[in-house]
Nanobody, 127 residues
Framework: QVQLVESGGGSVQAGGSLRVSCVVR????????MGWFRQAPGKEREGVAT???????FYADSVKGRFTVSRDTDKNILYLQMNNLKSEETAMYYC?????????????????????WGQGTQVTVST
């Protein structure tokens, strides 16, 4: 059974940077649509960044130019580098995988199409 374990969250001041990681077990990150999502209290979960089986990346408009999703296929880890963080980006950040349906789910970044999730890592951005 696939397992995803996030780490690297924490507290940072607005304008700062963080990198969160997701170790993936029992599934290769190489040929799979994977992504990062976030959910703030009282808000719906939203797709932040995804990377498809070919390595194409897709971002929410609000994070373009500041966030970068990447993967290490040797270590089987998914990353999200977050720069110039804003206070409104305080949320629980989750990694997830869409094992069925193909790369279209990466393009759409809709949580309902991702079938396996990690437990999340908290990111808090203070002003």
């Amino acid at each position: 059974q696939v397992q995803l374990v996030e780490s690297g969250g924490g507290s940072v001041q607005a304008g700062g940077s963080l990198r969160v990681s997701c170790v993936v077990r029992d599934l290769s990150v190489r040929g799979t649509c994977m992504g990062w999502f976030r959910q703030a209290p009282g808000k719906e979960r939203e797709g932040v960044a995804t990377i498809d089986s070919r390595g194409s990346t897709f971002y929410a408009d609000s994070v373009k130019g500041r966030f970068t999703v990447s993967r290490d296929t040797d270590k089987n880890i998914l990353y999200l580098q977050m720069n110039n963080l804003k206070s409104e980006e305080t949320a629980m950040y989750y990694c997830a995988v869409a094992r069925w349906g193909g790369d279209v789910w990466c393009y759409r970044r809709q949580p309902l199409n991702f079938d396996a999730w990690g437990q999340g890592t908290q990111v808090t951005v203070s002003t």
